[in-house]
């Protein structure tokens, strides 16, 4: 509904008019950090502002630049690849739900309870948002400075050893393009004065190494008949 009034658009049609949706979900990029970064749903309710898919996103951070070039030679070679599994991701999200976005693991509180009873709680939820559940896993990844063998790990005990091929592979795409999002904020940030040294080429480093093992599991898969 803020959408909506702010753009002097009708609030409550009963016919949802396709060019309001697109001026509300604008809107709400342009004023919503969260929503232009991680991406939301919004398709539901009387004043709809439709779905906004995060990896489409990753071009915001570089906007952030003034026009300046990467650091890394291949950024944009890196950043078609990772664009081009924007499809692959879409044909795979089944389910959207509250998802945290931010999984760094120090938002991870373990903790005995009153009855001795150890529990654990996720703590700072500024970022968290309506989107694909998988997309945690694949943060919370790459904040980990996991290898390909800790992220299987974690993906079989996630799943309980039932997690199907295509869903594996939407996951390493999820590390290839959060994996260039948080590069992309590093250099925004380096622009500051800000530096990160060894976590920026790491993100960067997810970015072009799980692209290329989410193209080689596709196509074995296509091979295979899987």
């Keep these: ?21 697109t001026k509300a ?14 991406g939301a749903v919004m398709s539901t309710g009387d004043d709809q502002c439709g779905i906004v ?9 570089e906007s952030l630049w003034n026009g300046e070039k990467s650091i890394y030679r291949d950024y944009q070679e890196t ?15 089944f389910s959207y739900c509250l998802a945290h976005i931010d999984a760094v693991p120090d938002n991870f509180l373990f903790y005995y309870n009153n009855m001795g009873k150890e529990e654990v709680q996720l703590t700072d939820w500024e970022y968290a948002g309506m989107q ?17 063998k800790q992220v299987d790990k974690l993906v ?3 799943f309980d050893h039932c997690c199907s091929r295509a869903i594996r592979i939407k996951i390493y795409c999820y590390i290839a393009a959060c994996g260039l ?14 530096e990160f040294g060894e976590y920026s080429l790491r993100q960067y480093r997810y970015a072009k190494e ?8 596709m196509e074995t898969g296509y091979e295979s008949g899987k």
Excluded at 137 to 146: G, K, L, P, R, V
């Design 25 to 38: 979900r604008d809107y709400m990029c342009r004023n919503y950090y969260d929503v232009r970064t991680f």
């Design 53 to 61: 898919r995060g990896p489409v996103q990753i071009e915001f951070y």
């Design 1 to 21: 509904t803020e959408a909506y009034k702010k753009e002097g658009l009708k609030t409550k049609q009963k016919v949802k008019n396709p060019e309001d949706i």
């Design 79 to 93: 950043k078609q690849n990772v664009f081009s599994l924007k499809d692959y991701i879409n044909e795979h999200i």
């Design 210 to 217: 799980y692209y290329r093992i989410a193209r080689k599991e």
């Design 156 to 158: 079989d005990i996630y």
């Design 181 to 194: 999002l948080w590069s992309n904020w590093c250099e925004y940030k380096r622009r500051l004065g800000v």
């Design 132 to 148: 694909d559940p998988h997309i945690d896993i694949a943060m919370f990844c790459i904040y980990s400075f996991y290898d390909r």
